[in-house]
Nanobody, 119 residues
Framework: QVQLVESGGGLVQAGGSLRLSCTAS????????MGWYRQVPGKQRDLVAI???????NYADSVKGRFTISRDNAKNTAYLQMNGLKAEDTAVYFC?????????????WGQGTQVTVSS
């Protein structure tokens, strides 16, 4: 089994910054991509940023230039540095990872962390 645990969410004023962390633990052989998604009530979960095993990245257009995704492979951890936050960034942020264990390759999700940006 693999668990993803997020941290770092909270309440911040518009223009402020937050850094989210996502740590994977369990019977991990290899972590392929790690990504962040976000969801607001009544809407679908949308991709925010993704980082691959070769450290290549992709971002949603709405966060380009403001958010930075990174990873520390030694710690099985991904980070999302969020700068210049806007009210429309308010959402629950979920970590996602494609993980190889000895038994399988599958996606895992964290429990989500709330980010609220006050205008």
């Amino acid at each position: 089994q693999v668990q993803l645990v997020e941290s770092g969410g909270g309440l911040v004023q518009a223009g402020g910054s937050l850094r989210l962390s996502c740590t994977a633990s369990g019977n991990i052989v290899r972590i392929n991509f790690m990504g962040w998604y976000r969801q607001v009530p009544g809407k679908q979960r949308d991709l925010v940023a993704i980082i691959n095993s070769d450290d290549s990245t992709n971002y949603a257009d709405s966060v380009k230039g403001r958010f930075t995704i990174s990873r520390d492979n030694a710690k099985n951890t991904a980070y999302l540095q969020m700068n210049g936050l806007k009210a429309e960034d308010t959402a629950v942020y979920f970590c996602n990872a494609a993980v190889n264990t000895r038994m399988s390759l599958r996606d895992y999700w964290g429990q989500g962390t709330q980010v609220t940006v006050s205008s």
